[in-house]
């Protein structure tokens, strides 16, 4: 870093949306939003918007079967016009692309996390996540959303007496964020316009105890340093916490199993 940016901290640097460099965008999360899925999450980060629906299913693959544990997969796609020009869709194309195999993979493993799939029983939830409007940080939204769309399927599940009323598939939750260093600064939950100009970015999956799940950190520019990727995690488990905050408030007794 540079000795110019060694004087600006993350609690007064002032970024072009008017938010500190720690502060969050304005996350809302709408639960039940579909009328037909088990579990469901409209999920926002500023102007990024991703749906995130959970479908039960009584049984598991065929290569689990027996085993007396459930499974929890998930896909992502973004809709063609999710951003400012249109994308064809990936069915259409005929192949799915490398980066949405990617985050599908990354949601997924996300939630296994901290899935307890004994408590799960042999069942299967399917996560899906579809980008509505993008403007940066689609990943960690979804993942976001995608837990409080798990812990309903879940429930209903509960309800529908597949899962047993005493089991706690839920070990703990989980939810990710964007940060990153511009202009020598570490930022928190980037928007587009940032992400575009970051000299370092970061997508933290982290669980409500703060133990780390992934990091998947790049240096776009000059390498960083030790003390830059402890400011960043920092800033990312901060971030992270406060996130569960929210998904806790949402779900308020759906999550009073697991633990924060």
Known sequence: ????????????AVRADGRTADELRVVTIERGWSDH????ALVSFGRTKVLCTA?????????????????????YAMLP???????????VKGRIGGRTHEISRLIGRSLRAVVDTKGLGENTIQIDCDVLQADGG??????????????DAIEWARDKKFIGQRA???????????????????????AYVED??????????????????????????????????????DLAL???????RIQQSVLADVTEGAQA
Do not use: C
């Not at 899925?37 to 469901?40: D, I, K, N």
């Not at 009584?58 to 929890?72: C, D, I, L, T």
């Not at 016009?81 to 069915?91: G, L, Q």
């Not at 901060?238 to 569960?244: F, H, I, V």
């Open 238 to 244: 901060a971030g992270t916490a406060e996130l569960t």
């Open 196 to 233: 575009v100009r970051a000299e370092t970015d970061m997508n933290v999956v982290a669980t409500g105890r703060g133990l780390f799940v992934e990091v998947q950190g790049t240096a776009e520019g000059a390498p960083f340093d030790r003390r830059e990727l402890d400011s960043l995690l």
């Open 168 to 190: 706690k598939p839920l070990i703990d939750t989980v939810s990710a964020v964007s940060v990153g260093i511009i202009d020598g600064v570490p930022m928190l939950d980037l």
């Open 55 to 75: 479908s039960f299913t009584n049984g598991v693959p065929r290569w689990m079967s027996g085993k007396g544990r459930g499974w929890v997969t998930a896909e």
């Open 1 to 12: 870093m540079t000795e110019a940016s060694e004087t600006i901290t993350p609690t007064t």
């Open 81 to 91: 016009r999710a951003t400012n020009t249109r994308n064809d869709r990936e069915s």
């Open 37 to 40: 899925a088990e579990g469901s």
């Open 138 to 151: 689609t990943r960690t939204a979804a993942i976001t959303g995608a837990y409080v769309a798990l812990a």
